[in-house]
């Protein structure tokens, strides 16, 4: 096992983020109900006090990274929940200030990492004290951190019944949850074969690269009929999914739409003195016809 003599920063700036098809992933690896890290200074009692960039070193042993918080500072008469609620919040800045080294890094990918900046938000931000204890369940179940399955689940099943919703569509026309002709990507061929799926099956013409709502909907249709157009999609000459297309495509839909969805479904899990609410969602009866 080497020393911890190495900081966060040199890291960054190293070329050791995982490439993978011309994209970049550094999404950490994180379990619920695990202890670790600043969780578990919240668990017993304690808080860092100095959280920066500059007090993140790392070990790394092999292809192994280890990563430790260094040099603690007292915060005096301060409140033990203030502290944390100030170290809460520099993870924020520091989450930031990586987004920052990323889009410098890969520019090509800056509007990936768009993702780590309104999860930084939520962080910088936070008010209330009272959210301390439960912040780690709610950061959790940002979009950031969705996996495949979550995602899937969230377009076949959610999404069919926001349609629905007159106010759902309506916050979809008015924000900016894709750029207009949003057809004039292919989607790793996704889009070639969901338009003739559409014509073979249903009748129906091609999607409107200018109507939003037809993004959604083709979207939403792409992760249900996943078998049926599996097998037409690809990218650099190697075979692709429909969670990488539209990753690939249009990495912040899923959090656009998820902002969308209207107030009265507005879960519990919330963040004060954010602007963005984080949402629970619910499971219903899967509606193929939406594409």
Same mark, same amino acid.
């Given at each position: 096992?080497?020393?911890?003599?190495?900081?966060?920063?040199?890291?960054?700036?190293?070329?050791?983020?995982?490439?993978?098809?011309?994209?970049?992933?550094?999404?950490?690896?994180?379990?619920?109900?695990?202890?670790?890290?600043?969780?578990?200074?919240?668990?017993?009692?304690?808080?860092?006090?100095?959280?920066?960039?500059?007090?993140?070193?790392?070990?790394?042993?092999?292809?192994?990274?280890?990563?430790?918080? /260094?040099?603690?500072?007292?915060?005096?008469?301060?409140?033990?929940?203030?502290?944390?609620?100030?170290?809460?919040?520099?993870?924020?800045?520091?989450?930031?200030?990586?987004?920052?080294?990323?889009?410098?890094?890969?520019?090509?990918?800056?509007?990936?990492?768009?993702?780590?900046?309104?999860?930084?938000?939520?962080?910088?931000?936070? /008010?209330?004290?009272?959210?301390?204890?439960?912040?780690?369940?709610?950061?959790?179940?940002?979009?950031?951190?969705?996996?495949?399955?979550?995602?899937?689940?969230?377009?076949?099943?959610?999404?069919?019944?926001?349609?629905?919703?007159?106010?759902?569509?309506?916050?979809?026309?008015?924000?900016?949850?894709?750029?207009?002709?949003?057809?004039?990507?292919?989607?790793?061929?996704?889009?070639?074969?969901?338009?003739?799926?559409?014509?073979?099956?249903?009748?129906?013409? /091609?999607?409107?690269?200018?109507?939003?709502?037809?993004?959604?909907?083709?979207?939403?249709?792409?992760?249900?009929?996943?078998?049926?157009?599996?097998?037409?999609?690809?990218?650099?000459?190697?075979?692709?999914?429909?969670?990488? /297309?539209?990753?690939?495509?249009?990495?912040?839909?899923?959090?656009?739409?998820?902002?969308?969805?209207?107030?009265?479904?507005?879960?519990?899990?919330?963040?004060?003195?954010?602007?963005?609410?984080?949402?629970?969602?619910?499971?219903?009866?899967?509606?193929?016809?939406?594409?």
């Amino acid at each position: 096992m080497g020393l911890f003599n190495l900081r966060v920063p040199d890291l960054l700036k190293d070329s050791h983020m995982e490439k993978s098809r011309d994209k970049v992933n550094i999404t950490p690896d994180l379990n619920k109900g695990k202890e670790t890290g600043w969780e578990e200074l919240r668990v017993n009692g304690l808080y860092h006090g100095n959280i920066c960039l500059e007090n993140v070193y790392y070990c790394k042993d092999n292809e192994k990274i280890t990563i430790k918080l /260094a040099n603690f500072q007292s915060k005096g008469a301060m409140s033990k929940e203030a502290a944390q609620l100030e170290d809460i919040n520099a993870i924020g800045r520091m989450l930031k200030s990586i987004s920052a080294l990323a889009k410098i890094g890969v520019p090509h990918q800056a509007e990936r990492y768009m993702l780590v900046d309104h999860l930084a938000m939520n962080l910088e931000f936070l /008010a209330n004290t009272q959210q301390i204890g439960t912040i780690k369940d709610v950061i959790l179940d940002h979009v950031f951190f969705w996996f495949k399955e979550r995602r899937k689940r969230f377009f076949i099943y959610d999404i069919p019944k926001a349609l629905k919703d007159a106010a759902f569509c309506n916050n979809v026309r008015r924000g900016q949850t894709c750029v207009l002709e949003w057809d004039k990507k292919p989607h790793h061929g996704l889009l070639g074969s969901m338009n003739r799926y559409r014509k073979t099956n249903l009748n129906l013409p /091609a999607y409107d690269g200018n109507d939003p709502i037809q993004n959604v909907k083709f979207v939403s249709g792409a992760y249900t009929h996943e078998e049926e157009v599996q097998d037409d999609l690809t990218f650099n000459g190697m075979s692709s999914t429909v969670d990488e /297309a539209v990753q690939s495509e249009q990495p912040m839909l899923c959090l656009n739409l998820y902002k969308c969805l209207s107030p009265e479904k507005i879960g519990s899990k919330k963040i004060e003195g954010t602007q963005v609410p984080l949402r629970n969602l619910e499971l219903v009866l899967v509606n193929k016809s939406c594409v």
